[in-house]
C-alpha cells in the first residue's frame, strides 16, 4: 500500500526533466523518499540527481529501499543494473560537484542493505550483483583520483571523505582493479570500507595480500570458497599474521582440514587454529563444508566463547564423538542454522542428533539434512524430532532415498509448522530405476520419471494448498540451492577450472614421457 506521499513522489520522478530541474527546491528531507520511488520506476537519471546532490550525513540503501511507512514493500533484493550503476556514478559525481564543499554533509554511504536473489522483478531484467558492485566501485574511486590529480578542482574537494561500506567479492579479474582502489584509500574522497570479504579463484599470494589490504580490525564476515587453495598450515598462517576482532561469519574452503593424513605437528597445528578462533570473540557464523574433521569438531570449536548460532559441517566425516560434542555443547540450545548434509544419521548416530535437535528446537530456523540416508522408516522419527521446532523456516533434504508416500507425509507434517517458507525436497526414489544406489551420482541424477515426479509434486502442492499454506515454497533444485555469487561468475571458474585441467593433463603426459 503506497501512502500518498509516495503516490505524489511517483508522480514527481516520472517526468525526469522537469523534476531534476526543480531539485534544488526540494526539502532535504524528501531525499530518501524521492530515491525510493526512483529506484521502484527505474529512473536513473534521476536516482544519479539525488545521489549527486545528496544533503544529508549519511546514505543506507538498506534503509532507503527497506519497508517504510509510505511504502511497504522492501525494494533491498532489486539489484537492477540501471539502478545502481546511476547510483555510484552519481556517488562520484557527488564529489565532483563544483557546489561549495561546506554544503557537502555525506560522510558514510553504506552499500551492504542490498541483497542479491536468484528472482529479479526490476524491467530491465539486467542485475548487478556483488562481483559488478566491487568492479564498478574499485573502477569509479581510481578513476575519481585521477581526474582530481589532473584536473583544476576546487581545493575543497580533497576535503571531503565519504566512508563507503560494501561487501567486496574479489576475484583473478577484479583482481588488480580492486587492489589499486585499496592502496590509494587515503588519498581518495571516497574511501572503500570492506565489512565483508568473499574470494573466490585467487592464488594464496595475491589472498594474503589484498586482505592485509581491506583493514581486517574491521570485518564482520569473511569468506575464503572453491579455487582459494586454503590448508589448515595457510589457515593458521593468516591468523597468526592477522587479528580479526570484529568477525562474525567465517567460511573455509573444501579440505581446508584433512584429518586422515595429519601428524602430531598436525595435531597441535589443530589446537592452534582453534584457540585463535577462540580470540574471534564476535564469531558466531562458521562454515567448514567438505573438509575432513572425523574425531576432532572438539578440538577445533571447544575454544569459541561465544555460542554459534549458524554451524554448517556437511561432508565432513564426523563420528560419534564429534556428534556427541555438539550435542552437549553450549552451542547447541543457540544453534538457529544447522547443516549435517552428507552424513548417515540413521545408521551412524540417530539419538544423538535428535538430542541436538531438541537442543536447538527452540531458536532452529533452517535445518539442512542433504544426502543423509533418510528413508521411509525414519520418518515417523523425524517428525517426532521436528515436531518442537515451531520456529523452523526452512528445511532442505535432496538426495535422501524417501519414496512419493513418504514425502505426502512429511508434507503433510509441514503445513503444522507454523513459520516454515522453504522446502527443498528430494526426487521421489519410486521416480528412479528400480536398483539405483544413493547417493546418486551425477551422471545418474537426471535420470528418472519426469512426468511421474511432476505428478507426485502436483500433490505435495496440493496439500500444502488444502492446509492454507501457500506461502510455503517447496522445491527440488537437483544441482544445488542458487548461490548469486557462484552464477554471477560461474564463466570465470568454468575457464579456471578447463585451464586447471588442461594444466594436469598437460603434466601427466610429461611424467608419462619420460618414463616411456
Not at 543506507?60 to 545502481?84: F, I, K, P, W
Not at 560522510?107 to 542485475?127: H, R, S, W, Y
Not at 582502489?181 to 595480500?209: G, W
Request: charged share 20%; glycine share 4%; with cysteine.
Amino acid at each position: 500500500m503506497k501512502s500518498l506521499r509516495f503516490i505524489s513522489a511517483e508522480a514527481f520522478v516520472s517526468n525526469a526533466e522537469f523534476a531534476r530541474k526543480n531539485l534544488g527546491a526540494v526539502a532535504h528531507d524528501l531525499f530518501p523518499l524521492l530515491f525510493k520511488a526512483s529506484y521502484l520506476l527505474e529512473q536513473g537519471e534521476m536516482i544519479h540527481d539525488l545521489v549527486e546532490n545528496w544533503p544529508l550525513f549519511d546514505f543506507n540503501m538498506g534503509q532507503l529501499l527497506g519497508a517504510t511507512m509510505d511504502y511497504q514493500e522492501d525494494l533491498s533484493h532489486r539489484t537492477c543494473s540501471v539502478c545502481l550503476e546511476s547510483c555510484l556514478t552519481g556517488l562520484r559525481d557527488y564529489v565532483l560537484n563544483q557546489s561549495s564543499p561546506y554544503m557537502k554533509k555525506l560522510k558514510v554511504v553504506d552499500l551492504t542493505g542490498i541483497k542479491d536473489v536468484e528472482v529479479q522483478f526490476c524491467k530491465c531484467k539486467k542485475t548487478m550483483g556483488r562481483w559488478a558492485r566491487t568492479q564498478l566501485l574499485s573502477k569509479l574511486c581510481s578513476e575519481l583520483l585521477i581526474y582530481l590529480q589532473q584536473a583544476q578542482c576546487n581545493p575543497g574537494t580533497f576535503e571531503i571523505s565519504i566512508n563507503v561500506l560494501i561487501d567486496l567479492f574479489v576475484t583473478e579479474r577484479n583482481y588488480d582493479l580492486v587492489v589499486q582502489a585499496l592502496l590509494k584509500k587515503c588519498s581518495c574522497p571516497l574511501k572503500i570500507c570492506c565489512v565483508a570479504f568473499r574470494s573466490d579463484n585467487l592464488t594464496l599470494q595475491k589472498f594474503f595480500y589484498i586482505i592485509k589490504l581491506t583493514d581486517p580490525s574491521l570485518l564482520r564476515k569473511l569468506e575464503i570458497v572453491h579455487n582459494v587453495h586454503l590448508e589448515m598450515e595457510h589457515l593458521e598462517m593468516l591468523f597468526n599474521s592477522i587479528h580479526f576482532p570484529l568477525l562474525m561469519s567465517l567460511t573455509l574452503p573444501a579440505r581446508t582440514f584433512n584429518v586422515r593424513r595429519f601428524t602430531a605437528t598436525d595435531e597441535q597445528m589443530l589446537a592452534n587454529v582453534g584457540e585463535k578462533m577462540g580470540e574471534m570473540t564476535q564469531l558466531t557464523e562458521l562454515s567448514m563444508s567438505f573438509s575432513i574433521l572425523t574425531g576432532r569438531i572438539q578440538k577445533l570449536l571447544s575454544r569459541l566463547k561465544t555460542p554459534l548460532k549458524m554451524l554448517d559441517v556437511s561432508n565432513c566425516s564426523l563420528n560419534h564423538a564429534d556428534m556427541a560434542f555438539l550435542a552437549n555443547s553450549f552451542h547447541a540450545n543457540h544453534l538457529e542454522a544447522l547443516d549435517l548434509s552428507g552424513h548417515d544419521i540413521p545408521e551412524l548416530y540417530p539419538s544423538t542428533f535428535f538430542r541436538l535437535l531438541s537442543h536447538c528446537s527452540s531458536v532452529l530456523r533452517s535445518l539442512t539434512l542433504e544426502d543423509c540416508n533418510i528413508q521411509d522408516t525414519h520418518v515417523n522419527m523425524l517428525i517426532l524430532g521436528l515436531s518442537p521446532c515451531q520456529k523452523l523456516q526452512e528445511f532442505k533434504f535432496i538426495g535422501n532415498p524417501l519414496s512419493s508416500q513418504a514425502l505426502k507425509h512429511l508434507f503433510t507434517f509441514f503445513c503444522e509448522l507454523p513459520m516454515l517458507k522453504n522446502v527443498e525436497f528430494p526426487v521421489p526414489r519410486d521416480c528412479y530405476p528400480v536398483g539405483i544406489t544413493y547417493p546418486i551420482d551425477d551422471a545418474s541424477l537426471c535420470r528418472f520419471d519426469h512426468q511421474k515426479y511432476e505428478r507426485v509434486a502436483e500433490e505435495l502442492n496440493l496439500i500444502l494448498l488444502q492446509a492454507n499454506r501457500e506461502d510455503v515454497k517447496a522445491s527440488t533444485p537437483l544441482f544445488g540451492s542458487y548461490d548469486a555469487a557462484v552464477q554471477e561468475t560461474n564463466n570465470e571458474l568454468g575457464a579456471y577450472l578447463i585451464k586447471s585441467f588442461k594444466e594436469t593433463l598437460e603434466k601427466f603426459t610429461t611424467s608419462f614421457n619420460k618414463t616411456s
